[in-house]
């Protein structure tokens, strides 16, 4: 029934002169001089416009008709993700379509400052929520239909009882994605999308993602830049030196390289978005490094701390890779997007399925990212990774502790996103069959270990020992047991991001 519904809808929609002839930009306010995104010299830069215009005509694609959140990666500012349970479809759908819809920020707004929004406003829905809106369509995702519960302990690893709740219930209908420069502006923005909704949505739960101060902005909370490695993707983004260029259809539905090849017409251009939040300990990590500290003699004690941490990472704090600077830290390479990203895990004179002086291969980098490491290279389980930090910086009293305190005001992690057309190949993928997996990669004298950053047994037991080997550039059979976790993981949910045009045209209802 929906079917013809939505079929007519379409009909009467190609009737009615084009959205975009109405012209959404230029109803914005053009007070921007300043981002609402950050820019840390390691991060790739963003397309400009025209270099975006260009790229996606040659595809054919209409970054108008796409998300902001997805192809943009780890860039925000604020970011407030606010979770809710549709309690009336009809006046949502209604409110959706003439309310909403001229809010929500497509990619070809967030390229430019001056047609940036004051805040940008994304919309994403679990299964249960198109339920509620009455879309039965399958989207051919079963991570999705099922809800990232039923992923949480034989694929994510997951301890459920470190869940939130709301997490493992059925109240989550969709969340929105509201992302600007000040949390005043979040605010404002969070109010007026309530009032537009008029009561047919409540909040179920929210998270208020912000990057780090000072500093520290773009890095995560254990301290390392976050956000250099997102693959380039054509149609949208120029490769850097050794970056890897990837079909549209890993990350948008229906587009070139969609593994599913038939999908709900509507669906086309929307991408799934897994959300993760991943608690951080991060007293309890940075005593880990000083009580397993290596033991370079030309390093201090401190150094040789910093060593463990970046091979644990594949990373520098810096953003710079060890495997272009295997002992020191390099700030000018990580500062370098020409340079920074421009490995594979080859060097001359050196036996990639060997060598581990240049980075372990159970650091976090190599395992979710083999890079060359794999023949012929991985193309098929890629992520777009579009997280932000969120939570308090630790307090003196925690750092002198060594212990993350219980009070829950001062939890910190990552609010972790990733897009891709299919969940199952991207993020449960990595997290499940490299992170999770102390075999993984494959045909080594010493297995691996799972990642010593985010890898679990794999059972959904939490702090069973892992056991990483490699650490160690002096001798790579050591085996490094880290009998904690550092992240844990208090649960999540599969959504679909849609196309703008598929909010209008197919979830929102178009009254006469
Ligand atoms: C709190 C948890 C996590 C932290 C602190 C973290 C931290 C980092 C850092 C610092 C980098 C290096 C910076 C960069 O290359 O962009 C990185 C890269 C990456 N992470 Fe994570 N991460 C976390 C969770 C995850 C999870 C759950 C996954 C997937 C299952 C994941 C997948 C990746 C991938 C694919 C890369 C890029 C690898 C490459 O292309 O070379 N991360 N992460
Ligand atoms: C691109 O998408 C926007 C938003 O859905 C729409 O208004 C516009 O007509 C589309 N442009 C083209 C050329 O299809
Ligand atoms: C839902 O909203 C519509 C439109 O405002 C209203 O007519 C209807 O009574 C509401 N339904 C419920 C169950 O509140
Ligand atoms: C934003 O709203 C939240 C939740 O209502 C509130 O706790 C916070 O103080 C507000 N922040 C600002 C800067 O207004
Ligand atoms: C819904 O809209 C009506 C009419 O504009 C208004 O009177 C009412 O206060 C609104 N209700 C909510 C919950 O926003
Ligand atoms: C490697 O181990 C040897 C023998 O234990 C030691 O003398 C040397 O300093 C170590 N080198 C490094 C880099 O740890
Ligand atoms: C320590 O430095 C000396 C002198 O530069 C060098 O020969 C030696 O290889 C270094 N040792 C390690 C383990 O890096
Ligand atoms: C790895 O990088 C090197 C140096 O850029 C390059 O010559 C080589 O072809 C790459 N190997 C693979 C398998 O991509
Ligand atoms: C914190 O850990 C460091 C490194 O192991 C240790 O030197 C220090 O004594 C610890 N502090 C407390 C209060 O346990």
Sequence with gaps: MRLTFSLSLFAAAALQPAFGSTNVVSLKPRTRTNSLLISPAALPALPSAQQAASASADVG??????????????????????????????????????????????????????????????????????NALGITDDLGDSSFANGQIDNVATILGDETSNWEPVFAGSGIHGVFLLASDTIDNVNATLSQVQNLLNGSITEVYSLQGQARPGDEQGHEHFGFMDGIS???????????????????????????????????????????????????????????????????????????????????????????????????????????????????????????????????????????????????????????????????????????????????????????????????????????????????????????????IIGTDGLGQADVSRNPSGLDPNDSTKIITIDQDFVVSRGGEYFFSPSLSAIQNTLALNVA
Aim: glycine share 8%; net charge negative.
């Design 61 to 130: 694609l209409n970054l108008t008709d796409i998300q902001g959140d997805i192809l943009i990666g780890m860039k925000k500012n604020k970011e407030l993700f606010f979770f809710f349970t549709i309690v009336n479809s009809t006046l949502f759908r209604s409110q959706l379509g003439s309310g909403i819809l001229p809010l929500i920020t497509p990619t070809s707004q967030l390229l430019a400052v001056d047609t940036q929004p004051t805040t940008a406003v994304n919309v994403a829905f679990s299964q249960r929520g198109l």
């Design 230 to 452: 997102n693959p380039a993707i054509t149609g949208f983004s120029t490769p850097l030196p050794g970056q890897q260029v990837l079909d549209l259809g890993l990350f948008l539905l229906g587009e070139s390289g969609d593994p599913v090849v038939s999908r709900p017409a509507w669906t086309k251009d929307g991408s799934f978005m897994a959300f993760r939040q991943l608690q951080q300990r991060v007293p309890e990590f940075n005593k880990f490094l000083v009580d397993n500290a290596l033991s370079n003699p030309n390093l201090t004690a401190d150094q040789n701390a910093e060593l463990l941490g970046a091979r644990m990472m594949g990373r520098w704090k810096s953003g710079a890779p060890v495997d272009l600077t295997p002992i020191v830290d390099d700030p000018v390479l990580a500062a370098d997007p020409q340079r920074n990203n421009d490995f594979n895990y080859t060097h001359s004179g050196f036996d990639i399925d060997t060598d581990q002086t240049h980075c372990p291969f159970s650091a976090h980098l190599r395992k979710t990212n083999p890079r060359a490491g794999l023949t012929p290279e991985d193309t098929a389980n890629h992520i777009i990774r579009a997280g932000i930090p969120y939570g308090p910086e630790v307090t003196d009293a925690e750092s002198a502790a060594n212990v993350s305190s219980t009070d829950p005001t001062l939890e910190r992690g990552l609010a972790f996103v990733t897009y891709q057309s299919d969940i199952a190949n991207g993020f449960a993928f990595l997290q499940q069959f490299w992170a999770n997996n102390a075999n993984f990669p494959g045909a080594k004298a010493t297995p691996p270990g799972v990642d010593p």
